[in-house]
């Protein structure tokens, strides 16, 4: 799955974790499997560029279909 690209990456710590959390999150839902993939990809590749996962907390929400 293909994913931006990443200038500045900080922490790497769980961001495996992160992708496995939020596809297997997404698929308990009955999300599609691509999608849902799409999404943890996404989110894990936000996750590494800072430290934590406080700064995830501070997005605004966003339908994930906008995510994608």
Same mark, same amino acid.
């Given at each position: 799955?293909?994913?931006?690209?990443?200038?500045?990456?900080?922490?790497?710590? =769980?961001? &495996?974790?992160?992708? +496995?959390? @939020?596809?297997? +999150?997404?698929? +308990?839902? &009955?999300i %599609?499997?691509?999608? =849902?993939?799409?999404? &943890?990809?996404?989110? +894990?590749?936000?996750s590494i560029?800072?430290? &934590? @996962? %406080?700064?995830?907390?501070?997005?605004?929400?966003?339908?994930?279909?906008?995510? @994608?």
């Amino acid at each position: 799955v293909p994913t931006r690209l990443i200038e500045n990456i900080t922490d790497k710590t =769980s961001s &495996g974790d992160i992708l +496995a959390g @939020v596809f297997l +999150a997404n698929r +308990a839902q &009955g999300i %599609d499997p691509e999608l =849902s993939l799409q999404m &943890g990809c996404k989110i +894990a590749t936000r996750s590494i560029e800072a430290f &934590g @996962v %406080d700064h995830l907390l501070k997005e605004t929400y966003r339908p994930w279909q906008e995510r @994608v």
